[in-house]
């Protein structure tokens, strides 16, 4: 209990000193949407203060996971950024408050909501590194595939939509090809395999399993609070949209329905 609560109060620090500073970034470059970019490294930050706690495999396998999944997120992320402007998403948000307050309600509502949100998800990580003395055996190798059956959905869905995306002839055009004919959303699917096959890996040491609370609530925002179904609408205004709708998966990657 006693290293449990060394690895969980540093895994809250660092998500509050990410958080933070991404904070006055965001408020220096008068732009929220930073965020995104910090969302995938404050995992990279949780997952070494765990490794470096409980040192052993588990933690190492897991930190190593998590640094791929997070770097690449957030280069990806920060790629699509440059250039544009504040995130409507944001906008609208931060709508809501008095121009003298924006920075303040932001903080609030933006960035303290996704420390405490990314301190919950990565609680298998945490539970594992205290628990930490069980050599990896099938059910790690198991998520380690889960894992990479996510990472593999993020990385070729994203070059996917980013190709025809530079492809001027495909302007107004809805993506439908590759895995985006399974899926309509092969991104938040593969995000949320990333962090099932994490907590299989931590699942293999009690009592980290009891932490299945964590890619439940990663897959709930990704499919039906802020992911998913907030782009989607958006999305569903855009001509040839409902249809696509109507042929194509909406999170879970399945055949294409025939028109």
Request: one cysteine or more.
């Amino acid at each position: 209990m006693q290293r449990f609560l060394v690895v969980t109060l540093l895994s809250l620090a660092a998500a509050a000193v990410v958080m933070g500073v991404t904070a006055l970034i965001a408020r220096r470059l008068g732009k929220v949407s930073v965020v995104d970019i910090a969302w995938g490294l404050v995992f990279v930050a949780i997952a070494w203060v765990c490794t470096l706690v409980g040192a052993g495999p588990r933690s190492l396998l897991l930190a190593v996971l998590v640094t791929i999944w997070g770097g690449r997120l957030a280069w990806h992320i920060r790629r699509r950024a440059l250039g544009a402007g504040e995130d409507p998403r944001y906008e609208k948000l931060l709508s809501a408050a008095p121009p003298e307050k924006r920075f303040a309600y932001a903080v609030r509502r933006v960035f303290v909501v996704q420390a405490l949100a990314a301190y919950l998800v990565s609680m298998p990580l945490q539970v594992a590194a205290a628990a930490d003395a069980k050599a990896l055996g099938w059910v790690a190798a198991l998520g380690l595939v889960v894992f990479a059956v996510g990472v593999g959905f993020e990385t070729i869905g994203d070059a996917q939509l980013s190709r025809f995306k530079a492809d001027t002839a495909n302007k107004g055009r809805i993506m439908d090809r590759g895995l985006w004919a399974w899926t309509r959303h092969p991104n938040y699917f593969g995000d949320s395999a990333v962090w099932w096959g994490l907590w299989v890996i931590s699942a293999e040491v009690w009592p980290a399993v009891l932490t299945v609370f964590s890619p439940a609530i990663m897959t709930y925002f990704l499919a039906f609070a802020t992911g998913a179904r907030l782009l989607e609408s958006e999305m569903a205004k855009r001509p040839g949209y409902p249809e696509y709708m109507q042929r194509t998966s909406m999170f879970f990657p399945l055949p294409p329905k025939r028109s």
